[in-house]
């Protein structure tokens, strides 16, 4: 079985180092990126990366286009978990309803608790068919 792809969009490129050196830590996962958050084409290049989770890190939680890529996202790709982590605040948000005290642990947890619901909902789905 494929590891699950976490991709992974920074805004601050330091910031986004961090969280590279965290994620690929974790021999579970395999990580795309970090793409820049201010890329224009993230979106289109969803279909090709495939990832099971979307990690957007950014400097504030509140930051509007950040909250407009999530929410088109969730619209386009409805299969794919969306994380949001900000530098700026201690929490991490799950497709914005979710709000969890911020630590490195913390966020690989989350992760993995994703990817777990998409791969229970996909055995869901093949047991319908």
């Given at each position: ?5 976490v ?14 050196a ?10 795309i ?40 996202i ?9 994380i ?35 791969r ?10």
């Open positions: 079985m494929p590891k699950p792809r991709l992974l969009l920074c805004s601050q490129y330091l910031f986004g180092e961090s969280m590279e965290i994620l690929r830590s974790e021999e579970e996962v395999e990580l990126g970090p793409w820049n958050l201010g890329d224009q084409d993230i979106v289109e290049r969803l279909v090709e990366a495939r990832p099971s989770v979307v990690v957007i890190a950014d400097e504030r939680l509140q930051n509007e286009k950040a909250a407009e890529l999530t929410t088109t969730i619209e386009k790709h409805p299969e794919i978990s969306m949001r982590t900000a530098l700026s605040e201690n929490v991490i948000r799950i497709v914005s309803t979710h709000t969890l005290p911020a630590r490195g642990d913390n966020l690989l947890e989350t992760i993995h608790s994703c990817i777990a619901q998409a229970a909902a996909d055995k869901s789905d093949d047991s319908e068919i």
